[in-house]
C-alpha cells in the first residue's frame, strides 16, 4: 500500500519560513494535499492540488511537488500557525494520509 | 455555509455495533461524495470510508474492509456509517468530510465536521 513520510516535528522562530516535507514514491506524479489542525479542532484545508489556496487561506501558505517530495511552505510564520500539519494523496481508490507534523513556533 | 454535523458515537463494548450518522446543510449533498475519517486519541488521521454523490461507488480501508459500511440517504441529506464487529482499535474521533470539488476522481476534504468519539471498550 502507498505511504506517505513526514517529520514528526518542525521547529520555526516567529517571522521565518517554515517548511514541511512529504514523501512518497513518484508522489509528483498524484495532487498533495494539505490539512492543519489546531489542539481540539478539526482539520482545515490549507492547500490542494499541490500549490493552490481555498479562500479563505493566507497567502503564507504556499506548495510544491516534485519527484518524491511535496512541501508546505509558511513565509512569516506566526504564532497562530502552531499546528499539526497532515499531508494526504488519492490512490489505488484509498485515502492516504501522511503521519502529521507538529509545528513548533518558538 | 457548509456544515457537517456527526452524531451517535459513545461507549461500546467490543464486539458490538454503533450507527453513525452525518447531517449535512448548505449544499446540494446529492452532488458531492463524502467519507469519513477517523482520530486515535493522539495519533494522525486515518481515512476509514468514501462513498460517491449517488451512493453507487463504496471504498473502504483494509482496516475496517468488511466489519464497517458507508451509506447515504439523499432525500435526508445524511451520511451514515454502520459500524460492526467493533475492536478497541477502533476508538476514536470519526469525522465526517466532504469531497472537494476541484478534484476530477481522487478524493480530498474542503469541509469537515466536529467529530463525534467512539470508545471501544469492556
Known amino acids: 500500500s502507498y505511504e506517505l513520510t513526514q517529520p514528526p516535528s518542525v521547529s520555526v522562530s516567529p517571522g521565518q519560513t517554515a517548511s514541511i516535507t512529504c514523501s512518497g514514491d513518484?508522489?509528483?506524479?498524484?495532487?498533495t494535499y494539505w490539512y492543519q489542525q489546531k489542539p481540539g479542532q478539526s482539520p482545515v484545508l490549507v492547500i490542494y492540488?499541490?500549490?493552490k489556496r481555498p479562500s479563505g487561506i493566507p497567502e503564507r501558505f504556499s506548495g510544491s511537488n516534485s519527484g518524491n517530495t511535496a512541501t508546505l511552505t509558511i513565509s512569516g510564520t506566526q504564532a497562530m500557525d502552531e499546528a499539526d500539519y497532515y499531508c494526504?494523496?488519492?490512490?489505488?481508490?484509498?485515502?492516504?494520509f501522511g503521519g502529521g507534523t507538529k509545528l513548533t513556533v518558538l | 455555509d457548509v456544515q457537517l454535523l456527526e452524531s451517535g458515537g459513545g461507549l461500546v463494548q467490543p464486539g458490538g455495533s454503533l450507527r453513525l450518522s452525518c447531517a449535512a446543510s448548505?449544499?446540494?449533498?446529492?452532488?458531492?461524495?463524502m467519507s469519513w475519517v477517523r482520530q486515535a486519541p493522539g495519533k494522525g488521521l486515518e481515512w476509514v470510508s468514501s462513498?460517491?454523490?449517488?451512493?453507487?461507488?463504496?471504498y473502504y480501508s483494509d482496516s475496517v474492509k468488511g466489519r464497517f459500511t458507508i451509506s447515504r440517504d439523499n432525500s435526508k441529506n445524511t451520511l451514515y456509517l454502520q459500524m460492526n464487529s467493533l475492536r478497541v482499535e477502533d476508538t476514536a474521533v470519526y469525522y465526517c468530510?466532504?469531497?472537494?470539488?476541484?478534484?476530477?476522481?481522487?478524493?480530498?476534504?474542503?469541509?469537515w465536521g466536529q467529530g463525534t468519539l467512539v470508545t471501544v471498550s469492556s
Open positions: 494526504q494523496a488519492w490512490d489505488s481508490n484509498t485515502v492516504v
Open positions: 513518484k508522489l509528483g506524479n498524484k495532487y
Open positions: 462513498i460517491s454523490g449517488s451512493g453507487g461507488s463504496t
Open positions: 468530510a466532504k469531497r472537494g470539488e476541484r478534484a476530477a476522481t481522487e478524493y480530498y476534504f474542503d469541509y
Open positions: 492540488q499541490d500549490t
Open positions: 448548505g449544499y446540494t449533498f446529492s452532488s458531492s461524495a
